[in-house]
């Protein structure tokens, strides 16, 4: 270390010939001693500097990982892992009619298009996953929903239903009545097959609320989500959503 710092060997790294020896000869070759240099000694400058150095190197990677951590974009193998263990927090009234809770449910429900996203067709192969259709002017790639947005969107259709129980989209007879039961539907499976094994706690014996879950990073998901997306979907299904506009409302 000492001589990768001494510009009187910079030019004698190459080899590395126990060019230590020669940092203890000075210009007249005799040699140097510098425990008896007075004042603050050259070497304990060079001791400082290389400590300091040594922070920097330490130190700078750690803080930038920190401070990047949300901006990095996860690759799929890092979205699969369940992460910390964590509570539940009780957001009851987010689901009560309001337009600000509307606009935080689509926040959670939708990156820009829904969950839609685009993948290559080499990206798909290499992940053993199904085909499924190609955008028109793209036959490379495929076109996928990742599961937790139809999901969510689904429970958004069944918060809708249970705030607005007279609206007639959602009336036996209604476009909306079997859509809201899919969505039941749906969302059962979904739970059984993500079946969550957290053991909850209570402390009257009625309320079973506390305890830890393990989840997966949804931030990440929706980076994920945002940076693969399908920003031709719309356009795709616009003949087939016609008027069913309640659905853009949620
Ligand atoms: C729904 O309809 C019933 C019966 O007509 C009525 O009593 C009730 O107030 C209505 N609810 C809402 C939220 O409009
Ligand atoms: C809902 O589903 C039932 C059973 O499949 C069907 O008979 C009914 O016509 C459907 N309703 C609408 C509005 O599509
Ligand atoms: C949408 O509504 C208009 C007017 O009610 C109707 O003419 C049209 O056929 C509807 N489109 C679809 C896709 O249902």
Not at 8 to 18: A, F, Q
Not at 78 to 94: I, P
Not at 152 to 178: E, K, M, T
């Amino acid at each position: 270390m000492k001589n990768f710092l001494s510009p009187r060997n910079s030019s004698k790294l190459e080899g590395y010939n126990y060019a230590a020896l020669e940092d203890h000869i000075d210009e007249h070759g005799e040699p140097r001693d510098r425990l008896k240099q007075p004042g603050i000694p050259a070497a304990l400058w060079k001791y400082l500097m290389v400590v300091q150095f040594a922070n920097l190197l330490i130190f700078c990677p750690i803080i930038w990982l920190i401070y990047m951590r949300g901006a990095i974009l996860p690759s799929h193998e890092t979205l699969l892992r369940y992460g910390q263990r964590t509570t539940f927090e009780n957001k009851q009234e987010s689901v009560f009619p309001s337009t600000e809770n509307d606009h935080w449910w689509r926040s959670i429900t939708y990156t820009e298009d829904g969950g839609v996203v685009r993948l290559s067709k080499d990206w798909i192969a290499a992940h053993s996953i199904p085909e499924s259709a190609s955008p028109p002017d793209d036959p490379n790639s495929g076109i996928y929903q990742i599961s937790v947005f139809h999901q969510l969107h689904c429970l958004g259709i069944i918060r809708q239903r249970l705030n607005d129980p007279n609206n007639s989209y959602f009336a036996p007879s209604g476009v909306g009545f079997n859509h809201s039961m899919h969505c039941v539907d749906m969302i059962r499976q979904s739970l059984t097959c993500n079946a969550d094994l957290a053991l909850a706690t209570t402390e009257d014996f009625y309320d079973f609320d506390g305890g830890w879950h393990r989840c997966r990073d949804f931030g990440a998901i929706q980076r994920w989500a945002k940076k693969n997306r399908f920003a031709g979907h719309g356009e795709l299904i616009k003949d087939r959503l016609g008027n069913l506009t309640i659905e853009d409302g949620n």
